[in-house]
């Protein structure tokens, strides 16, 4: 239809007669109705109401406070045009009463349930919190969003959300029951599905991208891309030793970042840090050539050795073996600490296996080197037992330094048992050097010397022909060891033995026994002396006792190397 001419309008109502205009206005104002939704303008704000012409016969007048924001400022000024609720067409003053809030609610509703039609979100704000979830104010209208719609993982601080605006999905509503469902979570997929595929159509692997770190763990770190997670393994944050992710990151930090691997369908991205920077074992052979003495501080102790951080992803390792020339390691804490600086020497270097040798030793000249300088094999030492072993006795000539004396060159012909027969751990011992063995770190000493020579005493003595009581020390198939004196053995073969042949040694003597005896050998150059029990009188009671009472009691028990 077209518009109508106001200049031919306003003739036409010229040309009207008064009933023709009567009846003209009374239909007009029969279009309007109490419950019905209006457009009217402004004409006057007071304090306490707002005047409206709604094109009645009379003026609306619309409440103040339904204007009014919540910071107490009036939204409206004459001439504004807004939709209005008729309350009721005439009030006992004449005016009619309208209502913004019931306009807006009714119009609320009608958006309400066109956008749950066609599925579209709507805009609402927090407004409280309460049982089970939020209150939110969408337009007046009070919906409820339960926590489980809130978002796509659980809200911690649901106080945090109140007085924000957002968009909502509405999951059901009941005008009637003025009951509103709205969920936040399935806006919030949506936004991150999208922002996840758009994520994912740039990322490259080798790429380098800025992230936020979302969360730390143990084995790594997970960085947020923009709708995409993408882990830092613990491994690929440092070519160093990494303890804990926490050390180099924290919740909320902007990192840069290298895209190592990516799959699109699974949704894994695994990134990279330390990739930003080349590896430094690249070029090590050169940088840290055999023999170059290098600087570094200790990270970490262990039972073999002590781990060096030379660089950031570049360690040595210090074995036990390698800390001294002559101290031997057990606890390589007694000797470095964690976080001390050292200085050590590079002695090998394998790249395939990522390791580098350090010796702190090689720093110092090896005391072994010079040692047949100081102690010259015949030189005459004095030194302390510093152990008792089944074989030996050590005795230490200097810091890091031991000589053996063996057991047997502690006598020359008592036959020992133990050496703590003849000395105890620390006596002070005189010896002589007979023997330095550098390669081996071994020097050999003897105390024979300083010791009385119980043979030759012995055999300076006697005469062949002698007769002596002795003690039984050993039985043999072969004969009888007859201890003469201290320090002096000699032998009775069975030749020389007067028995039954088909009887046994061990039959007729127990070890103890004393025995009279002949010599018939001394040999000087076997330091051997042969006895024979023929042709002697049987040993005396007397003979006996005297002999027992002259016999060594039994040794205290041997001190064994610690």
Excluded: C
């Amino acid at each position: 239809m077209p518009p109508t001419d106001p200049k031919n309008s306003k003739d036409d109502l010229e040309n009207l007669g008064m009933g023709e205009l009567l009846d003209m206005y009374e239909k007009r104002m029969s279009n309007f109705a109490e419950g019905d939704i209006v457009r009217g303008k402004v004409l006057k704000v007071t304090p306490s109401e707002v005047v409206i012409d709604i094109g009645y016969k009379s003026e609306g007048l619309l409440p103040i406070g339904e204007v009014t924001g919540y910071d107490n400022t009036v939204k409206v000024k004459p001439g504004d045009e807004l939709e209005v609720f008729l309350e009721r067409l005439e009030d006992p003053s004449g005016y009619v009463i309208l209502s913004r809030e019931k306009a807006e609610r009714m119009l609320v509703w009608d958006r309400i349930e066109a956008a749950f039609r066609a599925d579209q979100a709507i805009s609402g704000r927090v407004v409280d919190r309460v049982k089970g979830g939020l209150s939110v104010d969408v337009g007046g209208i009070k919906a409820f969003l339960p926590g489980s719609l809130i978002d796509t993982k659980p809200v911690k601080n649901l106080d945090s959300l109140r007085g924000h605006e957002y968009k909502f999905k509405i999951v059901s509503f009941d005008k009637k029951r003025s009951n509103v469902v709205l969920s936040r979570r399935a806006i919030v997929e949506v936004e991150h599905q999208a922002q996840k595929e758009a994520t994912f159509s740039k990322l490259q692997e080798g790429q380098i991208t800025h992230g936020v770190v979302k969360n730390i763990t143990d084995y790594g770190v997970f960085v947020d891309l923009g709708g995409v997670d993408g882990l830092l393994h613990i491994t690929d944050i440092s070519w160093g030793r990494v303890n804990h992710p926490s050390e180099y990151f924290n919740v909320g930090d902007e990192i840069e970042v290298v895209v190592l691997k990516f799959d699109s369908q699974a949704g894994r991205v695994s990134l990279g840090y330390k990739q930003k920077t080349p590896d430094p074992w690249l070029d090590v052979v050169e940088r840290y050539p055999l023999g170059t003495k290098v600087h570094g501080k200790v990270v970490s102790l262990t039972d073999y050795g002590a781990f060096v951080e030379l660089e950031e992803g570049v360690e040595g390792l210090i074995h036990v073996s390698e800390m001294s020339w002559t101290k031997k390691v057990r606890n390589p804490s007694k000797i470095l600490s964690i976080g001390e600086q050292v200085e050590a020497v590079v002695s090998d270097v394998n790249v395939a296996n990522r390791r580098i040798s350090l010796s702190l030793k090689a720093l110092e000249q090896n005391p072994w080197d010079t040692a047949a300088e100081r102690y010259p094999v015949g030189s005459v030492i004095t030194g302390k037992v510093r152990n008792l072993t089944d074989f030996g006795a050590f005795v230490e000539l200097e810091e890091g330094i031991d000589g053996l004396i063996h057991i047997s060159d502690m006598s020359w012909s008592r036959r020992l048992k133990h050496p703590n027969e003849v000395l105890k751990k620390g006596d002070s011992v005189q010896a002589r050097v007979i023997n330095v063995d550098a390669e081996n770190q071994r020097l050999s000493l003897s105390i024979k010397e300083f010791m009385p020579n119980e043979w030759d005493n012995f055999a300076k003595a006697h005469n062949v022909g002698d007769e002596i009581v002795g003690t039984i020390s050993k039985i043999t198939d072969f004969g009888l060891f007859i201890r003469l004196t201290e320090g002096v053995e000699g032998l009775t073969h069975v030749s020389e033995i007067q028995r039954d042949p088909k009887t046994k040694l061990d039959k007729m003597f127990k070890v103890g026994d004393s025995i009279r005896t002949k010599i018939i050998k001394i040999d000087w150059n076997e330091r051997k002396i042969g006895l024979s029990t023929r042709d002697v009188e049987p040993v005396t009671d007397h003979e006996t006792t005297q002999v027992t009472a002259e016999a060594p009691h039994p040794e205290e028990p041997a001190e064994t190397k610690s």
